[in-house]
């Protein structure tokens, strides 16, 4: 499943990250926010959510 909105990582509240992230580093594209999400899953920051609804 895509992304829908960003800044997830600090809504959980796990964790630290630089408000740049967020702030200029990524775009308003959901393009964007999936290659974060996928980049993180690798560094072992954090795994990819997955709330077991059907995707669209």
Same mark, same amino acid.
């Given at each position: 499943?895509?992304?829908?909105?960003?800044?997830?990582?600090?809504a959980l509240g796990f964790g630290k990250? @630089?408000? #740049?992230?967020? @702030?200029? #580093?990524?775009?308003d594209n959901p393009i964007d926010w999936t290659r974060w999400?996928?980049?993180?899953?690798?560094?072992?920051r954090i795994g990819l959510i997955n709330s077991g609804g059907e995707s669209k």
């Open positions: 499943k895509q992304p829908e909105n960003n800044g997830g990582y600090n990250t @630089d408000p #740049l992230v967020y @702030d200029q #580093l990524t775009a999400q996928v980049l993180n899953c690798y560094a072992g």
